[in-house]
């Protein structure tokens, strides 16, 4: 019941427009189907586009499962703890700016801009504890062909990301284009801006 009642969190919590996630990646508990478990432990991927909407998210998500502990009678009240946690990935409009000219004029129409997505991504972390302006690209999602009909049919989610265990892009010309976007976009950071 914990777990249906987790999936109902972004609807009821969520301000319409908004984007999150709230995904039960794992759960655990016993280990013999004759033996009753003493505990159960689930893992959640909590994710969403402002502190606000997270705050209110993890509020819900220990209101909920404290609610259906109670409710189910458990003899112990549950406990919470936080095993990793990300900040907004929040590209600086100058620096993305600079460096999707670059690689507009490097990769012609290869190069495009990616929709917002719910990802969990560490890339931030160094960045923003160095106060250093960044953007965030992606390269080698998947054959270009196989790209672009799914984002003529709206289905890009359903390509697998690095997160996925079906990701696997194909070597090259992956890593080559990963080579040419770092040299590019390290060339159009380092060369001297117009005018200055």
Known sequence: MIVVRLQ????REVTPGEIAVVTVGSIQAGIRSNIIPDHAVLQ??????????????????????????????????????????FPLTDNDPATTERVGAAFAAHFGDHAGQLPAQTVSEDFSIIPDAAGIPYTYWSIGRTDRQVYLTAEKEGRLQDLPSNHSPKFLPPLQPTLRTGTEALTTAALAWLAPEQGT
């Open 8 to 11: 109902t969190i972004v609807s």
């Open 44 to 85: 959640l991927n909590v994710r969403a586009y402002s502190q606000q909407s997270r705050q209110r998210i993890l509020a819900a998500v220990q209101r909920n499962v404290r609610a259906e502990c109670q409710a189910s009678g458990s003899p112990k009240d549950p406990d919470f703890q936080t095993l990793g946690s």
